[in-house]
């Protein structure tokens, strides 16, 4: 049974996510061993559940069938389970019995989003989703009960499992779409059905899977099949592939299409700005309302993406003031610029995380950052640099052309047989150290950090530059989160 059929809920404040009967309703299932229970959350992981979650028994790489029982025993308000994996299960569990449990979820998915009056934001784009994501809850939780997708929980289970936790009451709703294939995000939009949609920009991200760049845009334009009637389409002015993307809305019959950027006919126009090294302070045209923001990240494309936010606030029908007040206080999510000093010889140095993932795009922003940011006494910008990954045959290529970016750091030390081209690109002085892999990058930058310096580490997940953030950490004992500063 879909989501159109179920009832209206519960609104109040104070009503739970789910009860067990309006879940097995969404779901098609049968209640087994539970007669009725208030569903707090959901969960699809049994070592961060909570007490009162459902939990969604999906196969990840393990079944989560085989996690049921920890789960019950974590308080799961009951367990989503396939009807082949019952009998294997421990008697006495709380069940929600499915045919499938992917498509359980799915389905639960659809019947909040059918329930909600909530007005919906989604994100797609090459760069910047889940940090304009997270300007978006802010944003617009800052006019009503806002509720937005965890982490980058963007993809085929991690879009439902976001609708699934949309509270009834929520006055808005923000959800990012991600995709490294095309035809990833109709589906995921489909589901979504938003007001606004937003493509953050386009660049070569994923391109081994795409012939060209193109391609790539018209992957990202899926996100307009699914805006509902009368919703908008809010796209990056400064992008070359905006008249692509802005012909795909029109074709999906999207009327209202703003563009944000630094051009003069973007209708949510940047007018000024002062890059800083913790934020930004700006002054913008917002559909014809002058605003003036301060953003607590720093960066020239964070401020970009903040206009893509003021844009949608406004076309949600959130108070625009509000909206640029609450902008202030946007800190970085996890390995996307998260600030840590760290107690090296000669004193401290600040560790900027930028390991979450990489393509020339962002590791073009994230050298601007490092650029941009001051250095105490004789300290040196020193960037450790992993390979961006999916790039295809352009790869080297890509890497080598960091090179005018890279090099205005003072060190530059590369890991990984893509970064071997940047490396050797590299102006003799400029040079770090290469290595085969990220860990061994380890003792290197151990020995060479010294009181003063920023250190900006960045690269795809498969590079593994993120372990290396963390053996940095925990070898020079993390003294104060800088994030916290200013």
């Given at each position: 049974m879909d989501g159109q059929d179920v009832p209206a809920a519960d609104v109040s404040p104070t009503a739970p996510l789910w009860t067990a009967g309006e879940l097995a309703q969404a779901t098609g299932g049968r209640l087994e061993g539970v007669a009725e229970a208030d569903v707090t959350g959901v969960s699809i992981d049994s070592r961060t559940l909570q007490p009162g979650d459902a939990f969604f028994a999906i196969a990840g790489e393990r079944d989560g069938h085989e996690f049921a029982a920890a789960a019950a025993a974590r308080g799961a308000a009951l367990c989503v389970v396939a009807e082949p994996k019952v009998a294997e299960l421990p008697p006495g569990l709380k069940l929600l019995v499915v045919d499938d449990v992917l498509a359980a979820l799915e389905k639960a998915g659809r019947a909040a989003r059918a329930r909600s009056k909530a007005r919906i934001v989604a994100v797609t784009g090459s760069v910047g989703k889940t940090t304009t994501k997270e300007a978006l809850k802010l944003a617009l939780g800052a006019d009503g009960p806002t509720h937005a997708s965890a982490a980058s929980y963007n993809n085929h289970w991690g879009v439902p499992l976001s609708l699934a936790r949309l509270p009834a009451g929520a006055a808005y709703g923000v959800f990012e779409l991600g995709m490294n294939h095309p035809d990833e995000i109709t589906?995921?939009?489909?589901?979504?059905?938003?007001?606004?949609?937003?493509?953050?920009?386009?660049?070569p991200v994923h391109i081994a899977q795409f012939p060209n760049i193109e391609a790539i845009a018209d992957a990202k334009a899926e996100i307009f099949s699914g805006v509902e009637p009368g919703g908008a389409a809010v796209i990056n002015r400064d992008n070359p592939h905006f008249e692509r993307l802005a012909a795909a809305a029109r074709a999906a019959g999207i009327e209202t299409i703003i563009g944000f950027g630094e051009a003069p006919e973007a209708e949510a126009r940047l007018t000024c700005v002062a890059l800083q090294?913790?934020?930004?302070?700006?002054?913008?045209?917002?559909?014809?309302?002058?605003?003036?923001?301060?953003?607590?990240?720093?960066?020239?494309?964070?401020?970009?993406?903040?206009?893509?936010?003021?844009?949608?606030?406004?076309?949600?029908?959130?108070?625009?003031?509000?909206?640029?007040?609450?902008?202030?206080?946007?800190?970085?999510?996890?390995?996307?610029?998260?600030?840590?000093?760290?107690?090296?010889?000669?004193?401290?140095?600040?560790?900027?995380?930028?390991?979450?993932?990489?393509?020339?795009?962002?590791?073009?922003?994230?050298?601007?950052?490092?650029?941009?940011t001051p250095v105490e006494g004789r300290g040196r910008r020193i960037a450790a640099l992993g390979d961006m990954l999916e790039l295809g045959v352009t790869g080297e290529d890509l890497h080598r052309g960091l090179a005018p970016e890279a090099g205005k750091a003072d060190l530059v030390f590369c890991a990984g047989p893509l970064m071997r081209a940047l490396y050797e690109a590299l102006p003799e002085g400029r040079r770090g150290a290469w290595t085969p892999d990220a860990a061994a990058l380890l003792p290197l930058l151990a020995e060479r950090l010294r009181g003063g310096d920023v250190l900006m580490v960045k690269g795809s997940n498969g590079s593994r530059m993120g372990p290396l953030v963390r053996a940095l950490a925990e070898r020079f004992h993390i003294q104060v989160d800088a994030s916290a500063e200013g």
């Open positions: 589906p995921l939009t489909a589901m979504v059905r938003p007001h606004v949609a937003v493509i953050t920009t386009v660049e090294p913790q934020g930004s302070t700006a002054l913008a045209d917002i559909m014809g309302e002058t605003v003036s923001f301060k953003i607590g990240l720093p960066g020239r494309h964070i401020v970009q993406n903040a206009l893509a936010v003021l844009a949608s606030a406004k076309l949600a029908g959130a108070d625009l003031a509000l909206a640029a007040l609450a902008l202030a206080s946007l800190g970085p999510p996890p390995g996307r610029g998260v600030r840590t000093a760290l107690a090296v010889k000669g004193g401290t140095a600040l560790m900027i995380d930028e390991s979450y993932n990489a393509n020339p795009a962002s590791m073009r922003a994230a050298l601007a950052v490092l650029a941009g």
